[in-house]
Each structure stands twice: as structure tokens, then as C-alpha cells.
């Protein structure tokens, strides 16, 4: 037994007669112009939030809920919802990690998260985004001496609300798709971040999500704001504990590139996605939009989407200014019964523009993956290209694979260049790295990262060793 | 529209001689028709080119009713030199003659009455419309181990005789065992303004093959849809290739079904596009069962004002492991004004595959162009030289040697 499970242990023995239920602050169930007004009201809101709510619930009783995705999935009651809930204090989490599912814990220590971390991924310390609310935002000296602002985004609300005020729903703006106005009429708590003129900003800005009470469909909004030649790298991650029913998690992020601004959004998605059977897990509808607003501007997405049952998103580039750049770096991994139909829109407005695509899609079990994706090049976007690369693994034959580009240039003077393939781990490498020691799902994982290591090499330092394990672990059992 | 269609429908019925259980199957694809309508924008297969704002932007008066009991006559001038073929002369909205004088007459059988359903799974509104308002359907079958001498030419003529503002066309063709068909669809139409419906039902048994060129290459106003769709047993081959370069509307839509091992399906494509012209090439292969291939070629040419589209689906279901598809669609834009759209799609359910596409799409490349002034051409003459031999890929694909040089020809290109 190492230290770590005798910990474990430990904390086992540790037999603090824990409360019962978590009492939550919830809006009551349902989805109405009084629950829209109540969570504005408990959040003590100013009127033009409240104002840009009910805009949004207006345009929203118009709009039906798309569904021309290839994963299809149960009619969703809105009403059935809760829209709102909040701890009501830090005694009120849970004690100890023996609260927590097992499996759960056994994925943490595959992926050797420290048992701090780990307590601090569950809410257990204090220093998480747990549920729909903040509770604390952390190296916050740090960064007001750079004149950062990282906070939460009701406080910006209260705080910043000039800065929130100029850029909220400029970029995914309250008449968008049905989830996305969903979400501008109900948000709850998100990030908010302001990088001032000519600020690099010093670390990496992360926030951890959590999805804690039953039935809470989580709203997440974040607004990144990177000002005239600043730089930000934010790192979002995720992990979600057991639950039977399926959960609804439509966020909104929109990030805005002044002059020279570069923004880089990493994200390592690993939600609960359903047992063996397809039961469960959590639905990913997220709205990711970012604009390249000015001239020499840059915006990267990263994502490795592990988790979900359904994961249905499409990170955006808008490449406005003149001569921005916009890059897409994407791997997402489905098994079991898990879907994904994931892929970004890279639209070349402004003149010189660049964007490049590369996605890795591997499935697996009985699962689906699809690559969608949109390439524009506007016939004002002179001399723009754009590369784009997809590649599919499949393992077995009970999961799908496919590749739905869209690619229009209107543009004589711009480039776009596609690939795609599709095909199966060879054999010949299995056979190889078996016969060198390493056991098939060694194999498999070795060859998978191997694959992976084009975007694997794009996030920060401290999400590619966790990036890399999860790739290994989300795959277990689909080999054999 | 509903009423146009009711009336010219009556007409129909009133001038020709259709069986009472003839008349109900018209009846019954026109009111799916009614229903439906054009296809538009809203569904995914006519998202780039919506067929229903452009039927609507250029012609004023649809009507639907064609006299079929008139007959039309042929003008010998639009015939094909220098090629001895078989005819099927098709004016009008109406097949005037089917000529299979090079050919065993024991081994071709035409049937004028097929089967009045279709046999495969459609939601296409425009098949409706060709059903309800077609005249005779005919089947031409090519008998076991027979391939054809000649190639058959359908010619698609149109004159000022032409009384409605849409016509249809729809054969069938069986190719028994071990048996070759090709086949060459040559576009003259002198009338500008009509839609013209095409719909060819192709079963292609063991071993057998089928060659499929579809010329349109005068220029005209007229805007088409063709719809092919294929079914192949073992080992059989389709070849079609398709010069969409004439009409202002051309729609190609070919759905090839691949129900028997090693059968493989090619389609070659090329656009060459000027002054508002809007064309597009919508593929389905399905890969059904194990060891098929289906190999994809699309290239444009698009001058001002111009817009193509390539829509290519390759489905790979779960039992047909080593399947090999490929794709590649390539553009060149030769104007501001020029657009190119493409969606290569693939839908895989087999992991033992070998599935790639790519597509690209640009303007000439400058450092060619440079190379060959360099040389002594002027700008021009560069720009055709490359042209010439981006298009020569394409046609250097048709394996029928008499066929591809008449298709040099047509174009113009240099060998």
C-alpha cells in the first residue's frame, strides 16, 4: 500500500458524523421571467444585467432547440430544472474524500493528482469554483500588482461593470443559438478577465469547474478581455463526480483580442460520461467564441475532451482584424457509450488572415465521434489561408467515426487546404511495442499519445502530464 | 404553384394514354410534390445552391404540362461527328428515338414498362416531380456477357418548339452478368429558361460495367438536375465523369450504392465556370459489405461571378471492413468574385478502413506563372498552360480512349 491509499485510509477512519443533504439556496424549479429575476436578485444585479437577462429570455421563447447534431439525445424538460443553487457555507461540503465515489478517487490517483488537490477538486478545501458560485479566486496580489482583473464574473458585475458592460454578448451576442441565449438569460457565475494594455500576464489563469447538486443545470459565462498587446494563457478544467441523471451544462465562454493581443484557452474536459451502459453523465452544450477584434491579434483553443456523454461544441474564431491569427488544436476521445460532435468555425474576415485546424478524434467501445467544422473566408479577406487537418482513429467496429467539414472561400487570393483520414491503431506497432515489453494497453496508450502529440505539445506544462494520463486512462478496457 | 401543378397535371392525363393504375402512381408522387415542393436552403443537401430561390430568380412561367402525343423533329446538325455510336434522341421532354443499330439486337432488350415505384430510400421532393410527370419510362437491359460495340450517346435536346418550362427524363438500365455499358449524356440545348429533370436508375449485376460521361459543355441558360443512382453487385465497376461547364444551373447528384464485394466506384468531375454559372456535384458512396473502393476527383475552374459545389459523403458501414475511399476536390478561383464550396464528408462505422480526403482552393499559383514568362510566354498563355493541365488530371482518369479524346476536343485542352 503506498502513502497515498494509507492516507486514504486515514481519512477513512476519520469519522466526523457528517451533515446529511447540502442545503442549497435554489431558485425554484423551472424556467420563467420570476426565476430569471430572482437569480438577478439574489446576485444583487444593477438593471442593464437584469435588462440583458430578460432580452435574452425574450429572443429565447422564439427559438427552438436545434437538432441537427449527429448525437441525438432525451428531450430536455426545461422546466424540470433548477436554474439556480449556491452553497450556503463551507460547512456544508463534503468532509472528507470518503464521501466521494471510488472510482472516482481511483481516476484521481491514475492520474496522480495529490491528495490535496484532490480535496480541493471535491470543494472540500476552499480554495474551488464549487456549484454555481465563486467562493474564492486565488493569487489575486499577484496579479492586481500587473492591474490584472481575475475574478469572478458577478463581482466584475458589481466591480467592472463599465468593462462588462462593453464587451458582454459582443461576441456571442443574446439573439445567438437556443443554448447560448439559454445561457445569457440564466448564467450564474463564470470568470471574468481583464488584461491590461501591454501586460504579459506572469502565470497561467486557471479555474477549476464542478458540477455538485442533482438537477442544477450549470451556466457558466466567462468574458476574457486581453487589451492592446497583452498576453493570457487560461487553463480550464473540469471533473465532475458520479451522478445517474443526465446533466445539462450549456456555458458561454467569449474571449476578445484587442491590437496585438494574444489569448490562449486550454481546456481539459473530463466530466462524468455515463457508466458502461451509456447511463448518466453529463451534457456538454458549450458556446466557446472568440473575436480577433484587432490588427495582429491571435487566439488559440486547446481542448482534450475526455469526458461528457455528449459533448456538442464548437470553439470559434472570428478573425476581424487585419492580419490575426486563429488556431484550433483539439483531441477528443470517446468509449463506451459516449458521443461527441465537436470541431470549431474559423471565419476570416479581415485581410491576411491565418487559421489552422488540427483535431485527433478517437473513438472507441460503442461510441460516436464527429468532427464538424466550418472554414469562411470572406471575399474581403484578401491573402488569408487556412490549414486544416483532421485525423480519426477507430478502434473496433461497434464505434463511428466522420468528418464533416465545411469549406467556403469566396476569396481569390486566399488559400484553404483539407485533410482527413481515417484509420486503425496498425498491428504491426501493436505488435512492436508488445514485444518490447509493454502490455497491449500500454501499447495502445503509447501509440494514442503518439497520435495526440501534435496538440498534446500546445497546452501549458501543468495540463500536458495530466492531459497525457487521461488520454491512457479514457481509453482503458476498449483494447482486447 | 399548387394549382399550375393540379391543372398542368390534368392535362397531362387527358392528352396521353396512362393506365388508370399509371395515373394513380403519377397522382401519388405529384401530391407528395405539392407537399414538399422545391428543395431549399433549409435542407442540408441544398444548403449552398438553394434550387428554389434559383428556380424562382429565372423562370417566371413554370408550367409542367408536355404534349406527348406530338412528336418533335430531330436536327441531324447537333449529332457527333467522327464516332460511330448508338442514340437514344431525347427532344423536348420526349424520346423521339432509341437506336441500337451497331449492336446484336438479341442482346439488348428495351422494355417500355418498368416497375412505376423506386426502389430505394429518396427524400428528394424532385424525384417526386420527374415521376408524376414523366412520359413512358423505359428499361434497357444489356444481357449477360454482352458489351456493347459502340457507345450509346443520349442526346438532350431542346428546341423552340418546347411547350413547358420543364421537362423529365428518367431511364433505367440493367448490366447482366459480365456485361459493359457506356454511356455518354451529350448537352445541346438551344432554349434558355427551362428545368430540365433528370433521373437514371442504374443495376449493375456481377462483374459488370458501367461507363458514365456526361457532357455539358455549350454554353446555355438552362438550369438541370441529373440524379444517378447506382446499385453494384460483386466485382462490378462504375465509372462516371461529369464536364458541368455549359448550363447556369447544373446540378449532378449520384447516389452509388456498393452491395457486392469488390466493386469499386470512380467519379471524376470538373467544373469550368464563367459569368454567373452556379453548378454542384453531390456524391454518396456507400460502402456496404467488405473490400470495396470508391476513388474521387473534383476539380473547378471558376471565373467571375461563378460558384460550384462539391458535397462528397462516404458512408462506411460496420461490416464493410477494408474499404479504401478516397476524395479530393480542388479549386482554382480565378476572379474576386469567384466561389468555392466544399463539404467532403465521411461517416465511418468499420475500423479495418482506409478513408482520406482532401480538398483545396486557391488562386493560380504566381511562382508557376512566373516560371513560365520566364520562359517566354506571355501572361495569358501561362495562365492556360496551367489551366490546361490542371483540367488534363481529370480527363487523363476516363479509361475509354475514344471517349476521352472526344472530350479533349470538347474542351479544348492540349495534349
New interface residues.
Partial sequence: MDTREKDIEKLKDYKYGFTTDIENIKAPKGLNEDVIKFISNIKKEPQWMLDFRLKAFKRLKLLKEPN?QKPKYPKIDYQDLYYYSAPKSMKDKPKSLDELDPKLLETYKKLGIPLQEQARLNGIAVDAVFDSVSVATTFKGELTKHGIIFCSMSEAIQKHPDLVKKYLGTVIPVTDHFFATLNSAVFTDGSFVYIPEGVKCPMELSTYFRINASETGQFERTLIIADRGSYVSYLEGCTAPMRDENQLHAANVELIALDDAEIKYSTVQNWYPGDENGKGGIYNFVTKRGLCKGKNSKISWTQVETGSAITWKYPSCILKGDNSIGEFYSIAITNNHQKADTGTKMIHLGKNTKSKIISKGISAGFSDMTYRGLVDIN?KAKNSSNYTQCD?L???????????????????????????????ISEEQLHYCQQRGLNPEEAVGLIVNGFCKEVLQQLPMEFAVEAQKLVGISLEGSVG | MSEQLQSDFDKLVKTSKFSSEEIKFKKNFLDNFIKNGFPNRKQEDWKFLDISQIIKKNISDLSFFNDYSQSNKIDPSFLVDGLEHNKIIFINGKIEKIDFNFEDQNKIEIIDKTKKDISFDYENSLIDLNSAFIDKVFKILIKKNYSLKKPLIIYHLTNDKIKSTNINLRLDFELAENSCLKLVDYFANTTAKNFINIFYNFNLEKDSILKNYKIDKFRNNNLKYSFNNIEQDNNSVSETFILSAGSDYFKNEINCNLNGEYSSAFINGIFSLKENQQHEIRTTINHLVENTKSYQLIKSVLGKNSKSAYQGRIFVNSKAQKTDGYQLSKAILLDETSEFNAKPELEIYADDVKCSHGSASGSLDENSIFYLMSRGLNYQQSKELLINGFLMDVVEKITDVEIKNLIINIIGLKQ
Fill in positions: 441537427w471575399s480519426s477507430l478502434m473496433g467496429n461497434k464505434c463511428g467515426a466522420h468528418t464533416v467539414p465545411y469549406i467556403k472561400n469566396k476569396n481569390f487570393d486566399s488559400n484553404i487546404a483539407h485533410e482527413a483520414t481515417t484509420s486503425k
